[in-house]
């Protein structure tokens, strides 16, 4: 019954949020070699869409049989998978974690969801069903599970849940004008990942073709010329890919590309650094050798200055591009500033903040300022 398996795993759950961000999402705890952690998505506790390091600060969790609230540390993230293992420095000796599936699902197979939705019920339970156990999801065709369950804000990185409790899958999105479509990373993707994040506690970096791939449905057959729905399209691709806009991907290592297990295996989860390809490239068949990609994040670039002009006295100070909001660095204030000239301030404690804040009212007469203070990213990594 479904309230069996609310009772067995709702202990095995936890509430996410930056106290900076105010993102909001869920995660649930795993046992792996006596050790304990969290499971939730990657954009709960980072920006997945910048191409730096990008770890939101002060993260917490709460949990428990006394809903406490403890500082939240990240061991590692996939960005393009979407997936991240965090950790707590907390007593959980009340902590049930919950187990991975080991039984087959099937799709009308019951699915459970629990979690934080909009913020308003912690453990908030729905029932939904499956409605595809293999599909891909996002540019780079991630192995997901699709669902009937309803997926608000909130419930990101809950636990996909089989009819008797175990995990599935880790919820990534829904469509919110169609609440009962959600979707996350099946479990097939997820715990080689999870596995690989806890053992080198370090990121993992997403392997995947050099294009963005997109399942051939019935419009995208029409628009191609295409007798069947077989294969992936190439929407864009890299210019040393070795593929071309439009190539329609057939096998992937001799194996029919009928679904995104088979990008799973062959790709994503691939030790190899090329792949042999069988491609309908404007109806003619061609095999072709393609590289691999591992993604990773770029470094981020020097501090450089460049002056910018304050409209209202024309004084220019120094700002920093290129990484933008500043972190940790730079508080443009043009003529206000109460050290008098056009250095950037480096801020280095609350205490400088509130002095310059200070001075800044006294000069202006007390004037409201837009003053937004950014605080440091990446504090709340596991080294």
């Known amino acids: 019954m479904a309230s069996t398996v609310y009772n067995n795993v709702k202990l095995g759950i936890a509430s996410i949020s930056s106290g900076v961000t105010n993102s909001l999402g869920t995660g649930f705890f795993i046992n792996k070699d006596n050790e304990i952690y969290i499971c939730t998505a990657a954009h709960v506790i980072a920006d997945i869409d910048s191409p730096y390091e990008s770890v939101y600060p002060e993260l917490y969790a709460s949990y ?6 403890v500082d939240l540390y990240v061991v590692g993230i996939d960005k393009k998978a979407d997936i991240a ?29 629990i979690g934080n939705p909009l913020g308003v019920d912690e453990m908030s ?18 192995e997901s599970v699709m669902t009937t369950c309803p997926a608000h804000q909130g419930l990101s990185g809950c636990s996909i849940l089989n009819k008797v409790g175990d995990v599935i899958g880790i919820l990534s999105a829904g469509v919110a004008e169609q609440e009962t479509l959600s979707w996350g990373r099946n479990l097939n993707i997820a715990v080689p990942i999870i596995e690989t994040i806890i053992s080198t506690k370090k990121d993992h970096r997403f392997r995947y073709l050099g294009g963005i791939l997109l399942e051939v449905n019935l419009p995208l057959a029409i628009q191609l010329n295409r007798k069947n729905l077989d294969g992936y399209a190439i929407q864009k691709a890299l210019s040393d890919s070795m593929l071309m806009r439009k190539d329609v991907i057939l096998e992937i290592n001799g194996k029919p590309l009928k679904s ?22 404007d109806g003619n068949i061609q095999y072709i050798e393609v590289p691999i990609y591992t993604y990773n994040d770029m470094p981020r670039p020097a501090r450089q200055s460049l002056p910018i002009t304050y409209p209202r006295d024309n004084i220019a100070m120094p700002y920093p ?45 007390g004037s409201n300022l837009p003053i937004k203070i950014i605080k440091r990213q990446g504090s709340n990594r596991i080294m």
């Open 64 to 69: 428990g049989l006394d809903n406490r609230v």
């Open 125 to 142: 339970f729905s029932q939904g069903i499956i409605r595809d156990m293999s599909i891909s999801k996002g540019k780079y065709a991630v």
């Open 85 to 113: 293992v965090c950790q707590v420095k907390d007593d959980l000796s009340d902590i049930v974690p919950l187990k991975w599936s080991e039984d087959n699902v099937s799709v009308g197979d019951v699915c459970y969801l």
């Open 260 to 281: 995104a297990a088979v990008l799973t295996d062959e790709i994503a989860l691939s030790t190899t650094s090329k792949a042999q390809l069988k491609v309908d490239r």
């Open 321 to 365: 591009i290129g990484d933008q909001p500043p972190i940790g660095g730079y508080l443009p204030i043009g003529s206000h500033s109460p050290i008098g000239n056009n250095s950037p301030i480096i801020i280095k404690d609350r205490e400088q903040i509130e002095a310059i804040i200070s001075a800044i009212a006294s000069n202006s007469g």
